[in-house]
């Protein structure tokens, strides 16, 4: 694992459980989602798909971290020109894959 992945990981990890959190002592929440409509086996099915995409997107954002790391290393290998194109090109690579 690449140095500051897991302090990422963890900072994400624990803003979900404080939105969890917030969310599940929020009386708007709680209005709306009574547990006299909905059964609490519909709340833990639904918390356990939460959990898996939470975890796949952890997965995710490993690969995305690690993918910048080895791209940071590619570019101090090249010299001053050749690290000016290659930036100019990655951002124009990145602005036609987002739509920017």
């Given at each position: 694992m690449v140095m500051g992945e897991e302090q990422l990981i963890l900072r994400q990890n624990n803003y979900l459980r404080r939105?969890?959190?917030i969310m599940y002592n929020n009386q708007f929440y709680n209005h709306f989602f009574n547990q006299q409509f909905v059964t609490p086996s519909y709340y833990s099915q639904i918390q356990n798909q939460v959990e898996q995409y939470?975890?796949?997107q952890?997965?995710?954002v490993k690969k995305v971290?690690?993918?910048v790391h080895e791209?940071?290393?590619a570019y101090q290998r090249l010299d001053n020109e050749n690290q000016r194109q290659a930036f100019y090109?990655?951002?124009a690579a990145m602005a036609?894959?987002?739509?920017?």
């Open positions: 939105s969890n959190r939470q975890k796949e952890t997965e995710e971290v690690k993918s791209l940071c290393e090109l990655a951002l036609g894959k987002f739509g920017w």
